[in-house]
C-alpha cells in the first residue's frame, strides 16, 4: 500500500525559512508527478508546486514563485519544498502529491505556520 509521508513543518517568523521532505513507503513506482498543496483555514486546496519526472520540469504557483523551490531525489522516492521568505499568507496545512496513471496520493500533511 503507498503511503506517502511529509515532515518539516512548523513554527517560523515571517521572512524566515523551512524545508518540507516527503517520502514514499510501500511501493518502488516512480511517480509521473510528485508535487505539494496546502490548504488554508477555510478556504480549498491549492496548488503550490510539483516537479515532471519524464522531463524533470518544475510548475510553481505565482504566490511561490521565486520564494519556494521543489527538488526530488528519484533514487530515494522523495519529493522536497524549500520554502524562503516565508509570509503569514502562507500559512497552511501543506500536502504531499503523488500521480501515477491514473492513481493520485496524498500525504496526511504538515503544519506550516508563519508568525511573529
Known amino acids: 500500500q503507498v503511503r506517502l509521508v511529509e515532515s518539516g513543518g512548523g513554527l517560523v517568523q515571517p521572512g524566515g525559512s523551512l524545508r518540507l521532505s516527503c517520502a514514499a513507503f510501500?511501493?518502488?513506482?516512480?511517480?509521473?508527478?510528485m508535487g505539494w498543496y496546502r490548504q488554508a483555514p477555510g478556504k480549498e486546496r491549492e496548488f503550490v508546486a510539483r516537479?515532471?519526472?519524464?522531463?524533470?520540469?518544475?510548475n510553481y504557483a505565482d504566490s511561490v514563485k521565486g520564494r519556494f523551490t521543489i527538488s526530488r531525489d528519484n533514487a530515494k522516492n522523495m519529493v522536497y519544498l524549500q520554502m524562503n521568505s516565508l509570509k503569514p499568507e502562507d500559512t497552511a496545512v501543506y500536502y504531499c502529491?503523488?500521480?501515477?496513471?491514473?492513481?493520485?496520493?496524498w500525504g496526511q500533511g504538515t503544519q506550516v505556520t508563519v508568525s511573529s
Open positions: 502529491n503523488a500521480d501515477w496513471r491514473t492513481s493520485a496520493y
Open positions: 516537479t515532471i519526472l519524464r522531463d524533470g520540469s518544475r
Open positions: 510501500g511501493t518502488e513506482i516512480r511517480f509521473n508527478a
